[in-house]
């Protein structure tokens, strides 16, 4: 699709499966509300309200989002729950994806500790079936990051498995490093990585990957953890249920406490006059520069309300940016010095 003619029909294909989604994903971490590290520390965004989250889900829906990404983790099962609950029996129109890998106490709502075993993949996945109420999942994920490569070939082995069983149809690892992303794209079944990747935060060697290997580029962070929403200023402050009142170490960005970092601020400011252009917001602006950056790109924002989604979901009509107002942020931010951590 050119880049001025997108509208609330623009898809994109998640690399060589063939499956067709909205350009637009809505990430499902934040309606799985609070729950914490084995520390104590906070790793969801707070408190949730499930009923205007449910709303939320079914709004995008009605505005063309065929695309939603939760986790077993999230929430301790409660995201992938709520999103079961909203999708019903429109289920089959829409692409799910989740991920595994996590183990977790849902009564204590807490994250207890990891599992990389082959075996655990399975129970994992009929777990996850179990909640989001459906007996397939389109796109399975590995969500530890930086688990071992050679372990990580035997997990996509096993996805290949339970491709051939029906059971999914596809599979990814949601990982920021091009070396453990490369060992699932040997997998004939893999679709895509899920990896961190914003205006602030570029991922080049990723994208590569993706072009060269047919796979989907799917952006976490999109806006960045909501720097890119023109919501905060160096004195914000944040709930304590929030994970970015307490930021762990791969969350820059935030200080414990929440305040925004004022350099990352001022970048924003640099490139705010561009992304708002031709009548886009802040935030749609943000998701327009992903979609300019690689024809890959699947940006896949938070939300917790019905106007969230709203807003997510209207920069289907603008599309990308232009050709010129992505050469204008590469240069503005080049002169300021972008963030790449």
């Known amino acids: 699709m050119e880049t001025n003619e997108a509208d609330s029909s623009y898809t994109r294909t998640l ?79 829409v692409v799910v994806a989740t991920k595994w890998g996590n183990l977790f106490d849902e009564e204590r709502k807490a994250l207890t500790g990891s599992d990389d075993s082959p075996a655990y993949v399975r129970r994992a996945l009929t777990a996850s079936l179990a909640r989001l109420g459906t007996d397939y999942v389109d796109l399975y994920q590995l969500h530890l990051s930086d688990a071992d490569p050679e372990r ?24 920021d490093d091009p070396a453990r992303a490369a060992v699932f794209a040997a997998g004939p079944h893999c679709a895509a990585v899920q990896h ?10 990723l994208l ?33 249920g929030d994970i970015r009142s307490a930021p762990p170490a791969w969350l820059p960005g935030f200080a414990a406490g929440g305040g925004a970092d004022p ?22 602006g943000a998701l327009a520069w992903l979609w300019a950056r690689s024809p890959r790109t699947v940006p896949i924002p938070g939300f917790r309300t ?21 050469a204008e942020i590469e240069r503005v931010l080049g002169a300021q010095g972008s963030t790449k951590a």
């Open 15 to 93: 690399g060589r499966s063939g499956i067709e989604v909205s350009a637009l994903g809505f990430g499902c971490w934040a309606i799985g509300g609070e729950w914490q590290a084995p520390d104590g520390s906070p790793l969801g965004w707070g408190k949730v309200d499930d009923e205007e989250s449910v709303r939320a889900v079914r709004r995008a829906l009605d505005l063309g989002v065929t695309f939603f990404d939760t986790a077993d983790v999230y929430g301790t099962g409660h995201s992938e729950r709520v999103l079961g609950r909203a999708l019903g029996r429109r289920r089959a129109d």
């Open 152 to 175: 990580a070939a035997l997990l996509r082995d096993a996805c290949e498995d339970l491709v051939r069983e029906g059971l999914i149809r596809a599979y990814a690892w949601s990982t």
């Open 196 to 205: 961190r990747c914003n205006i602030l935060q570029d991922a080049p060697e």
């Open 208 to 240: 590569t990957l993706c072009e060269e290997s047919d796979l989907a580029s799917i952006n976490r962070s999109p806006l960045a953890m909501g720097l890119l929403t023109g919501k905060y200023v160096p004195e914000s402050t944040l709930a304590a």
């Open 263 to 284: 350099e990352w601020l001022a970048r924003v400011e640099a490139v705010r006059s561009v992304l708002m252009s031709r009548g886009r917001t802040l935030t749609q």
């Open 306 to 326: 019905v106007a969230q989604a709203e807003e997510n979901a209207g920069a289907l009509a603008y599309g990308p940016l232009a050709k010129e107002e992505l």
